[in-house]
């Protein structure tokens, strides 16, 4: 009642002390004085201006494309990272009982939770260990990175901080724990800001650091939790190059498919086929595309299936008809975690007893049912075993069970299994358990015409959470081939009357609508699965006159030239082309008769199609084309002229019919229409033009930040609306599987052991590889900020990916184990790294600008191989190899362009090129068991020391005292000028010259520079 | 993930898609049914070119020359001088590497030698006129040049050409629906070892059918001579439309014996005035090298309108999809409009130039 009566506004007191009070404060806007910010001179002011332009500039980013849409976008994963026995649970299980009310007890995977209209947070717990911190490193959008108040920072942290910049840094907020443990408030104090010191040096000043009390029923108190959640929603995220350029999913449950007949026969051994599930992110996944498992290696995608979003966001329609009673029920998806309802897919059926059940916690009661499901969870045994132990009535009322052993063990169980291979050794098998646990017969055996033999069990089946392979699933999901589930109680009392049932039978008959069904077929593409529908839609567009491209290139398997003659008649043919070879459609066929025909990029033009152009008519209908021709909307040509009168006509007619009694009005306005549009477009541009010569040219012009924003934004409009109305299939077709939908990919040959130790702890990332990256080549990089290059051979990737370096990734190493971080630089198959090598030698006989050089080489051949090579001596006097000396072994002849001097040590420069190893091994830490850390290869040198062994030592390396004879030098002899020489001197520099200073030369006689005279002084 | 077909044609548009998408091809019944089985000495020769201007390309051609395995290597670029056999045009072995040179390592510099024009491929005219032009809107313009060195008829040829590429990181995304009208046309006449009054004669007569529609119609007499003109006689007229959008439809007639320079020239005329007519904004040549660089565009739509794909667009979109996943929307551009022209859209694969060098 009291809703339905309007509420009083309220009305502001105008006179009291109130009153007063507010009219006081309104003459101040601000706490403070305008006044006293104001620039006191003008120089100030400039500056001051300048720091505020600085300022704005650094808010500026590189615009970047985000490639997840903004309508569905994957969920933010969140990823809790700290140092053993930090809390991380204890905040992962704070959190998702702050989003979903809540409380799981063992949290294993990851827990997908709605926190908003348009966000959804998947929380991750992150090992220890390296590889996994490595791997959530590559996903996190967000890291809420723990660390413990009471102990400071430890290794752990500073190494994921240094993995995290490697890989793009995504957000980072720390949140400090156990501060409950400092009890002295000026201690806590002091460590809150040391650690914030730390945090930010490590950061950036100024990252958002949390800190937590202590524990409260074993959380953390909500309001410091509610506080942290508002923090996470309102988070915005720059896209990562990395993450924006390929498709990548965090697989938040994971299922082996492989059936157990096969594993049981390989003892365990054999390849795996798995599926695994996710949400999308990055960029668009395509069908083919190779992906990586980190941990596990590269493996090839089967199947992707597009699967209902399991955590969808509210819409309004929800939201109206969300009962007050479910508010306490909201969405958690951790398939990992045994939580949430039933789910029923393709691979297995999901049974979550709601409350506080969950498996193996034996507290809360459990009835039957929930027992019997647990069972069935539990079944271990082969099928055989099963079968052994299993009972076969024929009839419902045959009194004695057919047997195949003697019945030894003859106590039911409450599930039963039963097989009976068809001829193809498949094993089906389907337990089944009664309505009420009391009538256990309700099978029916079935004889087929063509030999099949199916056990066909009725009553309520369950089906075991368990793996099967895909084909027997679907075949289960179509519902034509085996009855199941909804008409058992028909079935079973049939089969107590003794009916057979030949349900088989009209499976058989329609094998063309079972791939109608696109999960139906798992061994093609999907694009191949629906073939038949294709040829017959294909039909009826050539009907249709115009043909339908999209279809004739992809779905038909008619050669081009087929395509580009029409040949309506060659489908009859086409199909008996289908019976023999349903796989290769692209193969081109030999019969097409172009056996003589060349790849010319040229098609000839026939003689006869070119002849048209001979007549004025057909050279005038193409007038229109050229600018000096009429514009479209008045074409010039008669025909195209004609059909739109045409259209008109009929537009007019149906006008008329439609409304012939609102007069004529309607009519005239259609007329004017495309004249009046005509002429305001005409004005439009006009207009622009105007405004474009006369305005500011400048105000119009925008930055560039703001112009590349812009262009992104109407690319991405453009892809919206591109394929805005395209349905679904072809729309995977393609742009193949967007980003934020929830996908099945299932993986083929994946190694046993990966299935066999699955953690649900560690991380399980599903990585897109680009086509580049499949192949395998040398990889240049070097770290950051050193002048330091390093090759090594693996797989490529794009120049300026980051990668990080580490020696080993055992734990309870307390140095810092990543050894180094860097970038990609280059890519190349093959590399050339060469050593610095230095020969030397010495002269023993010096001609003018020749000298006799030994010690370099040991022997004539060894010179040959050098003839023509460069030599150099300390003095930096250049010269070349000539040719070897037959008398001391290894001597050679070499010029130079200079006579060198006894002295002298000459040198040869030569390179010594080294291939590095093309040896390339996975780390593959998923396919071991939790415990086990990986392990590489040992160095050699932890081998010798594990070994005891010593270093090899070569003689010859070893570095011996340099002997170097001392050198005699002989004395320098000044000569005394003589007289002759005196007077020649001073006659030159007189200007004589001539005759008297030959003379000087002639006679050989000394005349010191004053430089040399000061020497000899 | 290898990459297999049979026969000979469309051999290199899949050499190209294998050694793009990093994928090993296999080709298979090449001729098997010949006379003469196997590779062509030309199919050999672009093979050969290949493994000049890649590293660690295997290529591994069985005995019989009917099957070969290729598995790529890295584009390298660089310097490359080819001598191109005789009974294929430089146009044969030019088209494919435009398609790779892009994406190479270093900016590459081929010389070709051989035939320039030939009736079977793209003469060098058109390459430099119109197949170049179209890299423009995918931001590959700058330092991208033909130089035609020396022309070369069949059957000696002894032209040259040097081909000059830059590098990009990625290719822009192309959105190009406007084909716009005609507004000017060009054309080369040339001819080598002939009397230069053929070439005119050829634009007479060109311009007879051509003056009609514009004014703005330019057809050069390019007239090589001596050392540059080649070893064999022949000439050819090639003709360019282009549009207000900067749309370009060319054609192009080579002389063949018997028969006079006006019909050869007619010839071109006609057929330029029927791709004028096909329109769209893509001529019907190159509409592979457009596909091709709108599949490798960054992950967004591309659009462009085009003319009805020709059988070696339709398998080379068949090819696409092997090699790249990546499949094209193509709808009629207008439902009511009876014209044939498609909208050709597609999502890109984000091709990146991993082999460009950073440092």
Redesign the interface.
């Known amino acids: 009642m009291s809703d339905q009566r309007p509420s009083k506004a309220h009305q502001p007191s105008r006179s009291g002390k109130k009153a007063e009070k507010k009219a006081r404060g309104k003459g101040k806007h601000n706490a403070f004085n305008d006044k006293a910010f104001a620039p006191r001179s003008g120089r100030r002011a400039e500056r001051q201006g300048r720091r505020a332009a600085e300022r704005d500039q650094t808010r500026l980013h590189v615009p970047l494309v985000d490639r997840t849409p903004d309508d569905v976008p994957p969920p933010v994963i969140v990823a809790i990272v700290g140092p053993p026995g930090v809390g991380k649970s204890t905040l992962v299980k704070s959190l998702v009982r702050r989003y979903t009310k809540q409380t799981l007890n063992d949290i294993r995977g990851p827990v997908t939770v709605i926190s908003g209209k348009k966000r959804r947070l998947t929380f991750i717990e992150c090992n220890t260990d390296l590889s996994s911190m490595i791997d959530i490193g590559k996903i996190a959008d967000l890291v809420l990175l723990m660390i413990d108040g009471s102990f400071g920072f430890e290794m752990e942290t500073f190494e994921f901080l240094n993995i995290l910049q490697a890989h793009g840094f995504p957000k980072v907020i720390g949140v400090l724990t156990h501060l409950d443990l400092i009890k002295k408030a000026t201690t806590l104090r002091a460590t809150k800001k040391t650690l914030k010191k730390r945090f930010w040096a490590e950061i950036y000043q100024g990252a958002k650091l949390f800190y937590l009390s202590g524990v409260l029923n074993g959380r953390y108190p909500d309001s410091e939790i509610l506080n942290l959640s508002r923090f996470i929603s309102v988070m915005k995220f720059r896209p990562l190059v990395f993450r924006n350029a390929h498709p990548y999913l965090l697989a938040d449950r994971f299922e082996d498919l492989t059936s157990r007949e096969q594993i049981r026969l390989s003892k365990g051994k054999c390849d795996r086929t798995v599926t695994v599930y996710g949400y999308l992110r990055g960029t668009n996944l395509r069908e083919g595309t190779k992906v990586h498992v980190p941990g596990v290696g590269d493996l090839d995608i089967n199947t992707i299936t597009l699967l209902g979003d399991p955590c969808p966001f509210p819409t309004a329609e929800s939201e109206k008809r969300r009962k007050l009673s479910e508010k306490k029920t909201l969405l958690v998806h951790a398939p990992m975690s045994d939580v949430g309802g039933v789910t029923y897919d393709k691979d297995a059926v999901w049974v979550n007893v709601p409350g506080s059940f969950t498996r193996g916690n034996r507290d809360v009661p459990q009835g039957e049912g929930e027992q019997m499901v647990m069972d069935l969870q539990d079944v271990n045994e082969t099928l055989e075993h099963a079968v052994a132990r299993s009972q076969i009535r024929l009839l419902g009322s045959s009194s004695k069970s057919l047997s195949l052993y003697p019945p030894s063990n003859q106590h039911t169980p409450s599930h039963q299994g039963s097989e009976v291979e068809d001829e193809g050794q498949k094993a089906q098998e389907l337990t089944s358990i009664s309505d009420d646990g009391s009538d256990i017969g309700d099978e029916e055996l079935q004889y087929d015409e063509d030999e099949n033999v199916e056990l066909h069990f009725t009553g309520r089946s369950t089906r075991r959470v368990s793996r099967r392979p895909a084909d027997r699933l679907s075949e289960i999901h179509d519902g034509t081939g085996i009855d199941y589930a909804e008409s058992d109680s028909d079935l079973g009392e049939d089969g107590n009357e003794g009916t057979l049932m030949a349900s088989d039978l009209d499976r058989g008959s329609d094998p063309v609508l079972q791939t109608d069904n696109e999960e139906a077929d798992d061994e093609f593409p999907k694009w191949k699965s629906n073939l038949s529908d294709q040829v017959n839609a294909f039909k009826l567009a050539q009907r249709n006159k115009r043909k339908d491209w999209t279809k004739l290139i992809y779905y038909s398997a008619l050669s081009p030239r087929q395509i580009m003659q029409g040949e309506l008649n060659a489908s009859d043919r086409k199909k008996d082309e289908e019976k023999d070879d349903n796989d290769d459609f692209f193969t081109l066929k030999a019969t097409d008769g172009d056996v003589d025909s060349l790849d010319t990029t040229k098609e000839k033009c026939p003689p006869n199609q070119l002849a048209k152009w001979a007549t004025e008519e057909t050279l005038d209908s193409i007038r229109h084309l050229f600018i000096t021709g009429l514009s479209d909307t008045i074409p010039a040509d008669d025909a195209s002229g004609r059909d739109v009168a045409t259209n008109d006509d009929v537009f007019d007619e149906d006008e008329r019919t439609n409304s012939d009694n609102e007069g004529d009005t309607p009519r005239k306005a259609d007329d004017a229409d495309p004249q009046a549009t005509t002429l305001a477009a005409k004005k439009e541009a006009l207009k622009r033009k105007f405004d474009e010569q006369y305005d500011d040219p400048d105000s119009t012009k925008q930055d560039f930040y703001a112009e590349a924003k812009e262009a992104i934004s109407a690319q991405q409009a453009l892809n919206r609306a591109e394929f805005a109305n395209v349905d679904i299939a072809t729309r995977i077709l393609v742009e193949g599987y967007q980003p934020g939908s929830y996908v099945r990919i299932e993986l083929n040959s994946v190694p046993c052991e990966m299935s066999e130790h699955f953690d649900p702890s560690r991380p399980l990332v599903i990585g897109g590889l680009l086509s580049a990256e499949e192949q395998f080549g040398f990889v240049q990089y070097t770290p950051e900020h050193m002048h330091c290059y390093a090759t090594f051979y693996g797989p490529i990737s794009a120049p300026n990916t980051g990668f990080c370096a580490l020696n080993s990734l055992e734990d309870g190493i307390a140095a810092f184990r990543i050894a180094a971080t860097g970038v990609v630089l280059d890519i190349d198959r093959s590399v050339k790294i060469v050593k610095k090598l230095k020969l030397t030698g010495v002269p023993y006989k010096i001609f003018k600008n020749t000298a006799f050089v030994k010690d370099m080489f040991s022997s004539a051949l060894e010179v040959a191989k050098f003839e023509g090579a460069n030599l150099r001596t300390v003095s930096g006097i250049r010269g070349q190899v000539k040719k070897a000396l037959p008398k001391p072994d290894g001597a050679f002849r070499a010029t130079f362009e200079d006579k060198v001097l006894m002295s002298d040590i000459i040198f040869l420069r030569a390179w010594y090129s080294i291939q590095p190893r093309k040896f390339y091994n996975p780390v593959t830490s998923l396919l071991l068991s939790s415990g086990s850390g990986w392990m590489g290869m040992r160095l050699t040198g932890q081998v010798r020391r594990e070994q005891n062994l010593s270093v090899p030592h070569n003689r010859d390396s070893a570095y011996k005292p340099i002997v170097r004879p001392s050198r005699r030098f002989n004395p320098l002899k000044a000569i005394i000028p003589s007289e002759a020489c005196r007077i020649a001197r001073t006659r030159r520099e007189e200007g004589f010259g001539g005759d008297a200073a030959n003379a000087s030369t002639a006679k050989g006689c000394y005349s010191a520079e004053t430089r040399e005279k000061k020497g000899a002084r | 993930?290898t990459l297999?077909?049979?026969?000979?044609?469309?051999?290199?548009h899949r050499l190209v898609l294998a050694i793009?998408?990093?994928?090993p091809i296999k080709i298979d019944?090449i001729?098997?049914?010949?006379k003469n089985p196997g590779l062509r000495d030309y199919e050999v020769g672009l093979l050969r070119l290949i493994e000049k201007v890649t590293?660690?390309t295997v290529i591994e051609i069985s005995l019989t020359g009917t099957a070969i395995l290729l598995k790529?290597?890295?584009i390298?670029g660089g310097p490359v001088a080819y001598e191109c056999p005789s009974s294929r045009s430089v146009?044969?072995f030019l088209?494919p590497i435009i398609m790779l040179a892009p994406f190479s390592?270093k900016p590459l510099a081929l010389t070709l030698r051989g035939i320039t024009t030939d009736?079977?491929?793209?003469s060098v005219d058109l390459i430099r006129t119109v197949t170049l032009p179209h890299l423009e809107p995918f931001g590959i313009s700058d330092k991208l040049e033909l130089k035609i060195k020396k022309r070369g008829s069949p059957p000696l040829g002894g032209g040259e050409v040097l081909f000059l590429c830059p590098i990009v990181k990625q290719v822009k995304?192309l959105?190009f629906v406007d084909p716009g009208?005609?507004?000017r046309i060009r054309g080369i006449a040339h001819a080598v070892r002939v009397s230069p009054q053929f070439s005119n004669r050829m634009i007479e007569a060109a311009r007879s059918?051509l003056n009609?529609?514009?004014?703005d119609i330019y057809l050069y007499s390019d007239v090589y001579k001596g050392e540059e003109s080649g070893k064999s006689p022949g000439y050819a007229l090639s003709l360019v439309a282009e549009s207000?959008t900067s749309a370009l439809h060319c054609a192009?007639a080579v002389s063949q014996p018997g028969i006079a320079p006006e019909d050869i020239a007619l010839?071109a005329?006609?057929?330029l005035?029927?791709e004028?007519?096909r329109?769209g904004c893509v001529d019907?040549?190159h509409q592979s090298l457009v596909l091709l660089m709108m599949v490798l565009g960054?992950?967004?739509?591309g659009?462009c309108r085009m003319a009805?794909?020709?059988?070696?667009t339709?398998?080379f979109?068949?090819?696409v999809?092997?090699?790249?996943?990546?499949?094209?929307?193509?709808?009629?551009v207008d439902t009511?409009d009876?014209s044939p022209q498609?909208l050709y859209?597609?999502?890109g694969?984000?091709?990146?130039n991993?082999?460009?060098?950073?440092?």
């Open positions: 993930m297999h077909y049979s026969g000979h044609l469309y051999f290199r793009l998408s990093g994928k019944k001729r098997p049914g010949d590293n660690g790529p290597g890295i390298s146009g044969y088209e390592k009736d079977k491929d793209l995304t959105n009208k005609i507004k059918v009609r529609y514009i004014p207000t192009e010839h005329t006609r057929s005035l029927t004028v007519e329109g019907q040549k960054s992950e967004d739509v659009r009805e794909p020709t059988e070696r339709v398998q979109l068949r090819d999809r092997d090699a790249f996943g990546t499949s094209f929307k193509i709808v009629p009511s009876q498609l859209s597609c999502y694969v984000g091709y990146v991993t082999n460009r060098t950073l440092a």
